[in-house]
């Protein structure tokens, strides 16, 4: 049996590890817009984060997603460049994981811009070649602390229209200790346990 530092130390190990945090994954797949195919959109906030569109036209896509619904870049037959901002709601750092975006009937080009107040942290630029199945975009700085995000699409070669769906983020927990310290910190209450307990059968 057990004496009782060790048990203590041993309780503490296996408290440390079930405080783990999950990964707090969130993705805005536009499952709550509320208009109609083709309607305006202009913003909407989904589990804990708020989209904020910052230029051009975007509206929503009812007949077309990955799956349905999706937002996408028009007017149909002319879109131009458009963008839209991510942040959580009530603000706090978050990391970016993956997005889709498709290009319809012609080519786009994408710039994803990460950032920590007013600083950008990342940048990733590409195409998108023409086609009606989604890409997903998969972040280059996926452990980046971040506050914002911009996603920026432009109808380089003239597509009728460019889609947008599913943006993968991940809140970052501030308010539990990393794993690591925890895990640590247990090793460490066991060490002195165990010294205590060499000290007690000497």
């Known amino acids: 049996m057990l004496r009782r530092p060790v048990a203590v130390a041993v309780r503490c190990l296996a408290a440390a590890v079930a405080l783990l945090p ?7 797949h536009f499952d709550n817009l509320s208009g109609g195919n083709g309607a305006a959109y202009a ?17 929503e896509a009812h007949v077309f997603g990955n799956p349905v619904p999706s937002i996408f870049g028009g007017p149909i037959g002319s879109p131009s460049l458009s963008s839209l901002f991510v942040t959580r709601s009530g603000g706090g750092a ?5 997005v889709d975006l498709v290009s319809q009937n012609g080519r786009s080009s994408y710039q994803i811009i990460g950032y ?15 086609s009606t199945t989604f890409e997903t975009i998969f972040s280059t700085n996926p452990a ?3 506050d914002g995000l911009s996603i920026a699409i432009d109808p ?16 970052a927990t501030s308010s539990v200790p990393e794993p690591a310290t925890l895990l640590l ?18």
Request: net charge positive.
């Open 22 to 28: 999950a990964a707090a994954r969130a993705q805005v």
């Open 43 to 59: 913003g909407h906030s989904e589990n804990g984060f708020d989209v904020a569109t910052t230029g051009g036209a975007w509206f």
């Open 94 to 98: 978050f990391t970016f994981g993956s």
């Open 116 to 130: 920590s107040g007013i600083n950008s942290v990342f940048t990733m630029n590409g195409f998108l070649g023409s």
């Open 144 to 146: 980046t602390l971040i």
């Open 156 to 171: 380089i070669g003239q597509p009728t229209s460019f889609n947008l769906d599913n943006i993968e983020v991940i809140a």
């Open 185 to 202: 910190t247990a090793a460490g209450m066991l060490g002195v346990a165990g010294a205590a307990r060499r000290r007690r059968t000497t």
